[in-house]
């Protein structure tokens, strides 16, 4: 796994057929005139989140909204999306909650958010393409972007001195410069594939341009088998062929070591890591850079991200009012100043168009040698994400049989391409099952 993801899976609900609102929103305004909620008087709603920090905003906006009060609940658990469904499904959900994309997109599939497409158009400049794509799945919006993690590379300089090789530009270089070093030292391997986390082909099929799900008209069109995922699937399948890749578990606690220790000198990574590598790389702080990440086309640079959002639920009585304060939460200088400190431990990276006035702060200088412009590469990461992905109707669920299978092709008992293509028909098996109008891309 290229960033150390928590992924929480949701229930087995069934799903419905995903709302297909295709209409462009018009409205790209995003002055506090134009976003002025449409509903008037006081009124009281409830935010559910796990992220460090946000409570204290919360505090800060109910000081300064009396007219719209929201109720903070600190969410944290495993067992959160579950909680969520059944508060939907029992009419005692939230008004909002933290969720990541490819839950968003689950959720709104089940019918469990509120289409808030109208009512989010006047926030969506703010935001960049990829962040407002993840709020947005099928073309309706169910929520506002809070946060990215887009990725970029972070690399053992004084290792990769010591084995001749640089920081790589494309991932040809990647594998290239895994088989210079195994030649030096079978011990030290270029990268790590956790056999229990996928994500790293997820990352790869983003960054090469594939769309896994894609919407079509009146239904999606799956593909895991294009020449763009399969570019993807070649990469981690030279890793896995070749030895290239170490395979700390994630799930380790001792999984810091296999980087700091030197025995795998390379990896993709986002901003919310950083702080917790400076705190867990003893041994080799002052020894890291960052650089972009690799690409499949130097002409086309692109890489990925993942997105945190505030989903509407369904039930909410005043889903204006939810919006207004989950866009003020997450692109206000006033409540990004203080959330991407590092202080307030909430590790948020902001989803808006520009990130400059927030990179500087939140790069460890003890960690980081200083000869790459460390703000640079970040911005540059934010720049670049693809905005072709989309998270499927039934991502979240797909995620977890890939999870599955991707154990077997770390054993080698399995190759990327069949892994591709059993998901390929698993996904449209059960789409169709479930009522989802889909066919295969290819």
Known sequence: MSTFRTRAFAGAAAALSLSLVLAACSSDGDSDAAAKPSTEGKVNLEFWSWTEGIEAQVKVWNKEHPETQIKFVNAAGDTVY????????????PCLSKMDGMNLANFAADGLLTDITKIAAPYKSRYTTPAWNSVSPGGATYGIPTGSSPLFTAYRADLFEKYGIEAPKTW????????????????????????????????????????????DGDHWVIDFTSPEALKAGDIVQELVDNNLASSASYADPGVFKTWDLGKTILMTTSTWQL???????????????????????????????????????????????????????????????TLTDPASKSGLFPAVNDVSPYVDKIIPTDMFNGKSDSANVITTAASRVGDQWQYGPNYASMYSEMQKQWGKVMKKELTVKEMLTNLQEWTLTDLKEKGVNAVAGS
């Open 82 to 93: 579950q909680k969520l469904r059944a508060a939907v499904t029992s009419g005692n959900a």
């Open 172 to 215: 040809d270089d990647v594998i290239a410069a895994g088989k210079a070093v195994q030649k030096k030292d079978k011990n030290v391997k270029i990268y790590n594939m956790a056999g229990e986390d996928p994500s790293t082909l997820v990352d790869l099929s983003w960054q090469a341009g594939a769309q896994w799900y894609k919407i």
């Open 275 to 337: 702080p917790i590598y400076d705190t867990n790389f003893p041994k080799s702080k002052g020894k890291w850079q960052l650089s972009d990440a690799p690409l499949f086309d130097t002409a086309k640079p692109q890489t990925s991200s993942n997105f945190d959002t505030a989903a509407v639920l369904k039930g909410c009585k005043y889903p204006d009012r939810a919006a207004q304060f989950a866009a003020w939460l997450s692109s206000s200088k006033e409540s990004l100043t």
